[in-house]
């Protein structure tokens, strides 16, 4: 038992770091780039609502609200993006017994929860020193968010990586349902602070809980009415469930073509 | 030892039902160097894969007690896009070696000299098989899987592959797939005929090899 783990942690440590190879390239540019993406994604948002001079819809700063919000997104988005892929891109690997479809999907959670790590601390760091953010008022509760946000998109990743598989044309389907979710995420406002029956349609999106999750530990008296915990998290649990399930009933199909 | 019990093993590919193994029970003992031999079509490569384990059977259980290379003289398992040294230093880690001594061992056997460096999608096939084979005798398994040692590399490189190989197999043992007589007198003393989705075992090499010439 113990061995075995020691195989799959080590099987995963090598996949990670060939996944980072593979998405970042050798150079050090390369390395900076996936960084700066997205800090210069929110940081042009921000800027173009300061210059058509909107107010933060809570705080005092519209750079970090945007931002718990862009990025809590993000991570999501990222995630799944990149985990729909793992099978495909890799059969090469499975001419390795020890290294099956799971361990590649942990290899690239493992690399965009690090690299978001980094994004988070560069851009956070950066508004504080602007002065455009305080230190977070529950910081193990932005952390915890963040992680549950990661368990999300490996959720929906998982799931995305079999169907992807079996039904290329997945891919595209899930960019249509996936466009709106900048506007039913919470990212421009204060769910708390909406009608009801808006409120009624944007709680079962479960991204929503996660930037929710986000600010409460960002904001001292954030309106957390909506928000719940374990929504996201039972909701990620069973997209992750179905995903390795059907790993595991479709991969004799898979295994023939290595 | 590797033991298969009650494997089956079927392919469906567009309808057409293609039984592998039927319920195929079997022990490769560790210090056999065993042959696989059949005709054309018969699985051969399917039960080496299974032997290695990147694939599954379709009911039964195969399990291994001892360090099994995947089926060698085939260089699938290298991401074109990496180097040389990349792919190398990532095998070596995955079977938790030390990826420098692998590397040089690999160098020195393969003789890629500088495209070691250079992404593998630019390399010759014969170097891709120099890399891979270089590759699987670089790390230490007790059972060497090889799919049909096909001529890799010119004359020189031939005999410092056979040589390197022999000197593997005073350690290690091999299962190997082979059509042709003299290499598998040379490398194996015991084989198995794949016939009718069965196996069948034979103690010594003759009753083999007439029953290879006689069915396949």
Redesign the interface.
């Known amino acids: 038992m113990f061995q075995t783990l020691v195989i799959q942690a080590r099987v995963i440590v090598a996949l990670t770091l060939r996944e980072t190879r593979m998405a970042f390239g050798t150079s050090f540019i390369g390395y900076l780039l996936p960084i700066f993406q997205p800090i210069f994604g929110v940081g042009f948002l921000v800027f173009l609502f300061y210059l058509i001079g909107r107010h933060p819809p809570f705080g005092e700063s519209l750079a970090l609200f945007f931002a718990t919000g862009v990025l809590t997104l993000d991570v999501y988005n990222k995630s799944s993006s990149s985990l729909m892929k793992a099978f495909t891109t890799n059969k090469a690997l499975l001419s390795y017994p020890m290294i099956n479809f799971v361990d590649t999907l942990l290899a690239r959670l493992t690399l965009i929860g690090a690299t978001y790590a980094v994004v988070f601390v560069v851009f956070f760091s950066g508004l504080m020193l602007l002065d455009m953010a305080t230190m977070p008022a529950h910081p193990e509760r932005v952390i915890i968010a963040f992680m549950a946000t990661l368990f999300l998109g490996f959720g929906k990743g998982s799931l995305d990586a079999v169907l992807y598989q079996m039904f290329p044309s997945w891919q595209n389907v899930d960019k249509v349902l996936s466009r709106p979710m900048y506007f039913l995420s919470g990212i421009f406002y204060v769910p708390g602070l909406l009608p009801p029956e808006a409120v009624a349609v944007l709680k079962w999106n479960p991204v929503l809980h996660c930037v929710e999750w986000a600010r409460t530990g960002w904001y001292q008296n954030y309106p957390d009415d909506v928000f719940n915990p374990w929504y996201p998290l039972a909701f990620a649990s069973i997209l992750l469930l179905i995903g390795l399930f059907s790993e595991r009933i479709t991969r004799k199909q898979r295994g023939g073509m290595a | 030892m590797i033991a298969f019990d009650t494997v089956t093993k079927v ?1 469906t590919v567009k309808n057409v039902r293609k039984v592998i193994l039927d319920k195929a029970s079997f022990l490769f003992e560790s210090n056999r160097n065993i042959a696989i031999m059949g005709h054309n079509g018969a699985g051969k490569s399917t039960i080496m ?1 299974m032997l ?5 059977p ?1 009911s039964g259980v195969i399990s291994r007690d001892e360090k ?1 290379s ?2 060698m003289g ?1 260089a ?4 074109g ?2 180097t040389g040294i ?1 792919n190398v230093r ?2 070596s ?4 070696e030390d990826p420098n001594r692998v590397l040089e061992s690999v160098q020195e056997f393969a003789e890629l000299g500088k495209s070691i460096d250079l992404p593998v999608t630019t390399y010759s096939s014969g170097m891709k098989a120099r890399l891979a084979f270089g590759l699987s005798l670089a790390i230490d398994f007790e059972s060497y899987l090889i799919d049909e040692i096909t001529a890799v590399g010119d004359r020189r490189f031939k005999k410092k592959s056979n040589d390197a190989l022999r000197a593997k197999i005073e350690n290690a043992r091999v299962i190997m797939i082979s059509h042709s007589e003299s290499t598998i007198r040379e490398y194996c003393d015991s084989g198995v005929l794949v016939h009718g989705s069965k196996l069948y075992y034979y103690d010594d090499l003759e009753g083999l090899l007439a029953d290879y010439n006689r069915f396949a």
């Open positions: 392919y894969r290695s384990g990147i694939e599954l379709t099994v995947w089926p085939f699938k398992g290298f991401n896009n990496m990349e990532f095998v880690r995955i079977y938790g």
